[in-house]
């Protein structure tokens, strides 16, 4: 007899097909291998302790702090974990429970419906500005097309370009000296129709730039600001153009000032629930998410982002990353942009394993790269 202990990330229903499962026992089976951690904040402490009942009725189980039994505090945080099957019979069993349980048998079946992409689009980078904080994503007319043409030969399938530094205490920049930059790149690529060989994506706010930009052919606005300008809604609204909403706390010139957050997953959901209702309601049909990563937030906030980027696929929409060789890398491991790469590399990849759909990167040939690595593990 040979006993083997395998990966909890194995694609355990591979596994069960090849030992010759029948197939109601690969679903039942691959279910009970699934498993889920779920941090509940602010629970009535009547809720707690029947979740906490019902938890261990179904085979999980419910973390909660001491005192819960006897009610020492109104509410309480706690911790559910649960696999697949008992959380689905939780989500039923709680529909029918007082004390806020029915809203989290509601969120809990929105959880069950999370399905993690299985495709990974690379964004590449195009700076048309001299003062990005990495110097070799800096580019002019000339340059920025012949950066195009190879990051489509790496594999790209979005490129962003912009002509503004969002980086912390970057200069601002007006609305004329922005389209004075970008305008001979966007010119070209319309001219050369480049637009055909992959999607363009313009790094602005700027109605004035997103609306050039769109008329040269781009099919994608990144908005660091969160689609906080209405006409900015509007343009993409009329254009039927993709939005990348991302967030960002104060400005870039006043973003890194003590950022701080009271519980940062749940405020960063809150922003985009209530921007994605404004954009749908102004006719935007095509949202990307981004949480901003280097955006007000210390590398504690960008890791946990990150390490629960799963947490936004509850929203329904695709997300992207951006972490490329960002100061979060220097702070674990000291180093220039320049050096960046392999932790760039690393943050990417566990963000594409916690659901992020578009990873926008300095480097298109590594990334691609790496991706078809992880996916090859994934299939294992």
Do not use: W
């Amino acid at each position: 007899m040979q006993i083997e202990l395998l990966s909890n990330s194995i694609n355990i229903k591979k596994y069960l097909k090849e030992l010759g499962v029948e197939s109601g026992g690969v679903g039942i089976m691959s279910a009970k291998a699934a498993q889920y951690t779920i941090y509940i904040r602010d629970l009535h402490v009547g809720g707690a302790n029947i979740l906490k009942q019902d938890a261990l009725s179904v085979g999980a189980d419910l973390a909660v702090p001491r005192g819960t039994v006897v009610a020492k505090t109104p509410h309480v945080d706690c911790i559910l974990i649960a696999t697949l099957k008992q959380l689905e019979l939780l989500s039923k069993k709680e529909l029918l429970q007082p004390f806020g349980l029915k809203d989290a048998a509601k969120k809990f079946q929105e959880i069950l419906k999370i399905k993690k992409p299985k495709d990974v689009e690379v964004m590449g980078v195009i700076n048309a500005n001299d003062d990005s904080f990495f110097s070799e994503s800096r580019f002019c007319e000339g340059s920025a097309i012949e950066a195009i043409e190879r990051m489509i030969a790496e594999g790209a399938h979005i490129i962003d370009i912009g002509g503004v530094s969002s980086a912390p205490n970057s200069a601002y920049v007006d609305k004329y000296e922005e389209l004075r930059r970008v305008k001979p790149i966007l010119d070209a690529i319309q001219a050369e129709k480049l637009y055909d060989k992959v999607k363009f994506s313009i790094d602005s706010y700027e109605p004035a730039v997103i609306s050039y930009a769109l008329d040269s052919g781009f099919k994608m606005v990144n908005d660091i600001t969160g689609l906080a300008d209405k006409e900015v809604c509007r343009l993409c609204a009329s254009y039927d153009a993709a939005a990348v909403i991302m967030h960002m706390q104060k400005t870039p010139q006043t973003m890194q000032e003590k950022p701080e957050y009271e519980h940062i997953l749940s405020d960063i959901y809150s922003f985009f629930e209530q921007r994605i209702k404004e954009a749908k309601a102004m006719g935007v049909k095509d949202i990307v998410l981004d949480v901003g990563i280097g955006f007000g937030k210390t590398p504690e906030h960008n890791l946990m982002l990150i390490k629960h980027h799963e947490h936004f696929l509850t929203l329904g929409k695709p997300l992207l990353i951006g972490a490329s060789r960002k100061s979060i890398i220097d702070k674990i491991s000291s180093s220039l942009p320049k050096d960046r790469l392999g932790g760039t590399i690393a943050l990417h990849l566990e963000a594409v394993r916690n659901g992020a759909s578009i990873i926008r990167v300095h480097d298109v040939r590594e990334h691609i790269q790496a991706l078809k690595i992880q996916q090859a593990l994934n299939d294992i």
